[in-house]
DNA sequence: AAGTCGTGGGT
DNA sequence: TACCCAAGACT
């Protein structure tokens, strides 16, 4: 059950929100959904799928660029699988790129082409876990559902001044946020919380004096505002390499492959190469992908993971028209886009480059 | 149920 | 420089 409290915050947040939301290309501001509009479920979902652990400001143009090129969920279950994860290059996690086109195709093939309005089904989906699910619905259908992200979790921690750390005190946050959460616009309210936590409660220098709920915050009250929430320590990043063979035919073709669809970079175009070991360990010794004079460029492409760092050590050779990879395949200068590669394979090119 | 899975910007 | 962080999901 709500209280009458909670139902005050709630409030006071929906009326912070409608004169302080963000703009933002996929959102029906309050106003208009005031005035009746509703959001296109398709674009909710893409959105809050580009936005898993990545920056507003990085998912703007990959929104603009998606939407313009497939408008509905059918468009993009009908696309090409190298066409998506290539549009999808440089945003990163790119598991999240084959689950999109997975769960395009089963709302296609199995819902009519209309994402369900309804939490449980939402959750069954590839790639929609326990936030995404809940923000979709309450988002695009009006469900009264919590979404309990890194911007709540943040929030949540300071109001009810909660020294768990994270990620132990999930729980304990969600009953918190599932506790003010409003039957009345919780799609403006999950979208208030989170505005706030982005733009109010920020993890450095929150902006205290401007928000609306710091009469009710107890981590203001005691002063601990800045140091929550906790979290437990995380490890140390080791350092791994490997090789890559860069080969660039007379025509200008390149020699690339397409990783397995599992792992790392898994289903992105990239340079063939050895397996990536820890740095204590020799380099490993591969064949090249193809019979060549290979040389080794003086410096190596770095680029750091989310757990661990690489340097890798490039290759380069110059190929004449009539010799057979034996891994990967040719692409011809007008098929071939750096853009579309994974960004650690473009810092490769970049250094390979002929200039 | 910890580990895996990207990237760029801020500090 | 090194670390943190961002509308997490999957195994």
Same mark, same amino acid.
């Given at each position: 059950?709500?209280?009458? &409290?909670?139902?005050?915050? @709630?409030?006071? +947040? +929906?009326?912070?929100? *409608? %004169?302080?939301?963000?703009?933002?290309?996929?959102?029906?501001?309050?106003?208009?959904?005031?005035?009746?509009?509703?959001?296109?479920?398709?674009?909710?979902?893409?959105?809050?799928?580009?936005?898993?652990?990545? /920056?507003?400001?990085?998912?703007?143009?990959?929104?603009?660029?998606?939407?313009?090129?497939?408008?509905?969920?059918?468009?993009?279950?009908?696309?090409? *699988?190298?066409?998506?994860?290539?549009?999808?290059?440089? +945003? &990163?996690?790119?598991?999240?790129?084959?689950?999109?086109?997975?769960?395009?195709?089963?709302?296609?093939?199995?819902?009519?082409?209309?994402?369900?309005?309804?939490?449980?089904?939402?959750?069954?989906?590839?790639?929609?876990?326990?936030y995404t699910a809940a923000a979709i619905a309450?988002?695009?259908?009006?469900?009264?559902?919590?979404?309990?992200?890194?911007?709540?979790?943040?929030?949540?921690? $300071?109001?009810?001044?909660?020294?768990?750390?994270?990620?132990?005190?999930?729980?304990?946050?969600?009953?918190?946020?599932?506790?003010?959460?409003?039957?009345?616009?919780? &799609?403006? %309210?999950?979208?208030?919380?989170? *505005?706030?936590?982005? /733009?109010?409660?920020?993890?450095?220098?929150?902006?205290?004096?401007l928000c609306p709920w710091r009469t009710a915050?107890?981590?203001?009250?005691?002063?601990? %505002?800045?140091?929550?929430?906790?979290?437990?320590?995380?490890?140390?990043?080791?350092?791994?390499?490997?090789?890559?063979?860069?080969?660039?035919?007379?025509?200008?073709?390149?020699?690339?492959?397409?990783?397995?669809?599992?792992?790392?970079? &898994?289903?992105?175009l990239g340079w063939p190469g050895t397996e990536?070991?820890?740095? /204590?360990?020799?380099?490993?010794?591969?064949?090249?992908?193809?019979?060549?004079?290979?040389?080794?460029?003086?410096?190596?492409?770095?680029?750091?993971? /989310?757990?661990?760092?690489?340097?890798?050590?490039?290759?380069?050779?110059?190929?004449?028209?009539?010799?057979?990879?034996?891994?990967?395949?040719?692409?011809?200068?007008?098929?071939? @886009?750096?853009? *579309?590669?994974?960004?650690?394979? $473009?810092?490769?090119?970049?250094?390979?480059?002929?200039?």
């Amino acid at each position: 059950m709500r209280d009458n &409290g909670a139902r005050t915050l @709630s409030g006071e +947040l +929906l009326d912070w929100y *409608d %004169h302080n939301a963000r703009a933002l290309p996929w959102r029906v501001g309050p106003a208009a959904r005031a005035a009746g509009v509703r959001p296109d479920p398709y674009a909710v979902w893409l959105s809050e799928i580009m936005l898993q652990q990545t /920056t507003v400001v990085a998912v703007k143009p990959y929104f603009e660029a998606f939407t313009r090129r497939w408008p509905t969920v059918a468009d993009l279950a009908a696309a090409e *699988d190298a066409d998506v994860m290539a549009a999808w290059a440089g +945003l &990163g996690y790119y598991a999240r790129a084959r689950n999109l086109l997975k769960c395009a195709r089963v709302v296609a093939a199995e819902h009519g082409g209309i994402f369900p309005a309804d939490h449980a089904e939402l959750l069954k989906l590839p790639g929609i876990g326990p936030y995404t699910a809940a923000a979709i619905a309450s988002i695009a259908f009006d469900i009264p559902a919590t979404v309990l992200d890194g911007n709540v979790e943040r929030v949540m921690a $300071r109001l009810h001044d909660e020294h768990t750390p994270l990620p132990a005190a999930k729980p304990i946050l969600m009953d918190h946020a599932a506790r003010l959460t409003p039957d009345e616009r919780p &799609g403006d %309210h999950a979208q208030a919380v989170m *505005d706030l936590g982005a /733009t109010i409660c920020t993890p450095k220098n929150p902006a205290c004096g401007l928000c609306p709920w710091r009469t009710a915050c107890a981590a203001w009250e005691a002063g601990t %505002h800045r140091e929550l929430p906790k979290k437990t320590p995380k490890k140390a990043k080791p350092t791994r390499h490997g090789v890559a063979y860069l080969a660039r035919r007379v025509d200008g073709a390149w020699l690339l492959e397409t990783r397995p669809e599992s792992g790392l970079l &898994g289903g992105m175009l990239g340079w063939p190469g050895t397996e990536w070991v820890d740095l /204590t360990a020799p380099l490993p010794g591969t064949e090249p992908p193809i019979r060549a004079e290979w040389r080794t460029l003086p410096e190596e492409a770095r680029h750091t993971f /989310t757990h661990f760092h690489l340097r890798l050590t490039l290759r380069t050779a110059l190929l004449p028209m009539d010799r057979e990879p034996e891994r990967g395949a040719f692409v011809l200068p007008q098929d071939f @886009s750096p853009a *579309d590669l994974p960004t650690l394979m $473009r810092k490769a090119f970049d250094l390979a480059r002929p200039r």
